[in-house]
């Protein structure tokens, strides 16, 4: 099992920074997709950016420009550095990944980390 954990949410003013980091241990395979998603109380949640296992990047429309997805896979870790933050970007951030073990695909998900940004 492959456990997820979010670190670096908060409370920021809007046009500040935030740097996000998500963790992966336990018995990991080869990691290859890992993606931010982020919701919002009665929302669905929804996709901020992803990166591949060859740090091939994309991301929502709403944060391209702003936000910087990165991987280290020495350290099973990625990041997301959160620029120019709007108040409209405050949600509960959470880590997804997922492994391919021979012909079964794994996926995983952080309990998710709270970003508020004020106006």
């Known amino acids: 099992q492959v456990q997820l954990v979010e670190s670096g949410g908060g409370l920021v003013q809007a046009g500040g920074s935030l740097r996000l980091s998500c963790a992966a241990s336990g018995r990991i395979f080869s990691i290859d997709n890992m993606t931010w998603y982020r919701q919002v109380p009665g929302k669905q949640r929804e996709l901020v950016a992803f990166?591949?296992?060859?740090?091939?990047?994309n991301y929502a429309y709403s944060v391209k420009g702003r936000f910087t997805i990165s991987r280290d896979n020495a350290k099973n870790t990625m990041y997301l550095q959160m620029n120019s933050l709007k108040p409209e970007d405050t949600a509960v951030y959470y880590c997804?990944?997922?492994?391919?073990?021979?012909?079964?695909?794994?996926?995983?998900w952080g309990q998710g980390t709270q970003v508020t940004v004020s106006s």
């Open positions: 997804n990944a997922d492994e391919t073990k021979g012909t079964k695909w794994y996926q995983y």
């Open positions: 990166i591949t296992s060859g740090n091939s990047t």
